[in-house]
RNA sequence: GAAGCUAGCUAGACAGUCGCCGCCAAGCAAUUGGGGGAGGAAAGUCCGGGCUGCAUAGAGCAGGAUGACGGCUAACGGCCGUACGCCGUGAGGCGCGGAAUAGGGCCACAGAGACGAGUAUGCCGAAAGGCGGACGUGAAACGCGGUAACCUCCAUCUGCAGCAAGACCAAAUAGGCUGGCAAUAGGCGUUGCUCGCGCUGCCAGCGGGUAGGUUGCUUGAGCGCAUGAGCAAUUGUGCGCCUAGAUGAAUGACUGUUACGUGUAGCAAUGCACGACAGAACCCGGCUUAUCGGCUAGCUUCUUUU
RNA sequence: GCGGGAUUGGUGAAAUGGCAUCACGAAACUUUCCCAAAGUUUAGUCGCGGGUUCGAUUCCCGUAUCCCGCU
């Protein structure tokens, strides 16, 4: 049985949190969504949302899409390595472009996991060797 | 029946799966169970108040706001009633800025002239001049002209800031104060050197205070019903109810049944798609703005029937 | 949470309540064999809706959009 919670800790609530993923400048993208990650020490996947006024001016709308994308971090973090993750909406989008949505989302994902699972590799390498 | 006016209400319903944020109960804990979780505008921040801090002997000036009359209210620039003006066939809607004899300013064009003088014709005069002054122009023309939504004066109100207010707890680093130790030495700077001058080390304690946390934080000028007062706004009394409290910020996503509306395909049954404006951030009373629709009540006009 | 400012031809800016102005650009015409330069002309509901006034870009109220500051 696999839990699916979104609890407090899995949140990233800390302005330290915040900028020191934003200084590893790890960064992938497509159209609408913007990742940042880094790699933690709690052994769990964490979430931070950013959701300017910019993209969109309407609150109802801000919050639309802050609540679609926990809710797909939600259903996927079991499939990720512990990773501090910030997720930055670069364009507006509304409820008919949710399954193109949850396409770049998993799609970021898959390249994330690639991504962190080469570089744990070059660690244990180097640590081989 | 159609077209309207005004006031009030509403802002789909039920069930399931996976979740989120408070509260209560159980439990050492993990967790489990119960119950609650956006609005009529939560918005704009245009007014008013509570609350909190600062300032303050008392009073006033300056500055700001309001401006028919009377009332309501904690208060208001709000609301109600009345009067007046305009619009509408009407139900109704909109508006209203006190004082021009306290003083200053302005009054384009036209007009003789825009407030100080004085045009035509006329009367008195030899003349100078005096009296009196139409028509027309214009928003306003001798009359104490118009304009105060120009300054101003008058009346009334007004200390300043805002929950990121304020209160409490309190790392790391840097600095402050006090005491003790070391010491007149050494180190650094000032010119290449010397002299001179300036700065200073270690330990303990103290208080201030940043990040962060706790509190303020939701029971209130509260809501509903009945009834009394009042034309009404409003208010007295009685009974009942408890109704979000987040803080990198919860209130969501999906599925099924069904109601209503719109579009579309179809002769039809029915199928498919879509669902207004918009998201609490200390709390209330208003105002303004956005809004697919639906319901109720009262009233008006037109048409038809009896 | 509190506060300030802007909106005028396509663009950037002026203007005491009395005809909306300047520069650049655009279009048309003149000039030239052609182009450039030069000259002439044209195009504004003064963001929107009300009010005050004889008259509003200007004064007052509301509103929309944009920008900025403090915390």
């Known amino acids: 049985m696999v839990n699916f919670r979104f609890t407090k800790q899995a949140k990233i609530v800390k302005t330290d949190d915040f900028s020191s993923v934003f200084n590893l400048r790890k960064r992938l993208a497509n159209k609408h969504l913007v990742m940042r990650y880094r790699l933690n020490e709690v052994n769990i996947a964490r979430l931070g949302l950013i959701v300017s006024k910019k993209t ?62 080469t570089i744990n590799n070059v660690v244990i390498s180097s640590q081989s060797n």
């Open 56 to 117: 969109a001016k309407s609150a109802v709308q801000r919050n639309y899409m802050r609540r679609v994308l926990r809710e797909l971090f939600r259903l996927n973090q079991h499939n990720l390595p512990a990773v501090d993750l910030l997720i930055q909406v670069q364009k507006a989008f509304e409820k008919p472009d949710f399954m193109e949505i949850k396409q770049e989302f998993e799609h970021l994902m898959q390249k994330l996991v690639i991504k962190i699972s």
